[in-house]
Structure formats: structure tokens, C-alpha cells
Nanobody, 127 residues
Framework: QVQLVESGGGLVQAGGSLRLSCAASGRTFSNYAMGWFRQAPGKEREFVAAISRSGGSTYYRDSVKGRFTISRDNAKNSVYLQMNSLKPEDTAVYYC????????????????????WGQGTQVTVSS
């Protein structure tokens, strides 16, 4: 089992920044690729960003490229999502997720690839 706890959400004006954190416990963190997903009201949950076990590979959805940065600190069992130039359409509950893998370069975007999920943190961007 892997337990994931997100933090760092909140209310911010358009153009502002937030940094989300996800703390993991329970298993060897470096054995997992990590991802961030989000779900806006009335919409399906969607992929935002992923990072490989090693941190050497990252992958983003097109709408956040150049604005969001995913990173991880395996010594701290944590993954982060730095969000800059936020837009009202970024408003959603953000979830982190973990995918067990032996591939140190794999950064998956499919929800079905992820086994463990956090409870989510709300991000609200006002116009």
C-alpha cells in the first residue's frame, strides 16, 4: 500500500501561482512513477503531468505546457506541481497518483496505469 496526501491548494487570482505537494508513505517511493490529475465540476478526471521514477522523464497535457512543472524529491518521498500563470479553466480538484514500474523512464498519462490515489486538493482560480 502507498498512502498519498496532497496539499497546497487554495484560491488564487488569474495569473497567479500555486505549488502543490504530494507526500507518499508506505512503500519505496522511488519504485513509482508519479502523476497529477484534475477533475473540474461536471467533468471527467483528466491527466495533467507525470514524472518517471528517476525524475528524468516528464510529460504534460498540452494546455499546461510551459506553465506547470512537475518534480520529485525521492529523499523526501514527495512529488510537486508548480503551477504558474494560472487560468480560471485550471480550477479543479487536483489528485496525485502512483504507478509501480521497473522502468525508470516511464511517465504514464493513462489513469488506468495508476494504482494509488490521494484524496485531492482544491485549486480555485478567480478571474
Amino acid at each position: 500500500q502507498v498512502q498519498l496526501v496532497e496539499s497546497g491548494g487554495g484560491l488564487v487570482q488569474a495569473g497567479g501561482s500555486l505549488r502543490l505537494s504530494c507526500a507518499a508513505s508506505g512503500r519505496t517511493f522511488s519504485n513509482y512513477a508519479m502523476g497529477w490529475f484534475r477533475q473540474a465540476p461536471g467533468k471527467e478526471r483528466e491527466f495533467v503531468a507525470a514524472i518517471s521514477r528517476s525524475g528524468g522523464s516528464t510529460y504534460y497535457r498540452d494546455s499546461v505546457k510551459g506553465r506547470f512543472t512537475i518534480s520529485r524529491d525521492n529523499a523526501k518521498n514527495s512529488v510537486y506541481l508548480q503551477m504558474n500563470s494560472l487560468k480560471p479553466e485550471d480550477t479543479a480538484v487536483y489528485y496525485c497518483a502512483a504507478a509501480a514500474t521497473s522502468d525508470i523512464w516511464w511517465a504514464p498519462s493513462g489513469q488506468s496505469e495508476y494504482t494509488y490515489w490521494g484524496q485531492g486538493t482544491q485549486v480555485t482560480v478567480s478571474s
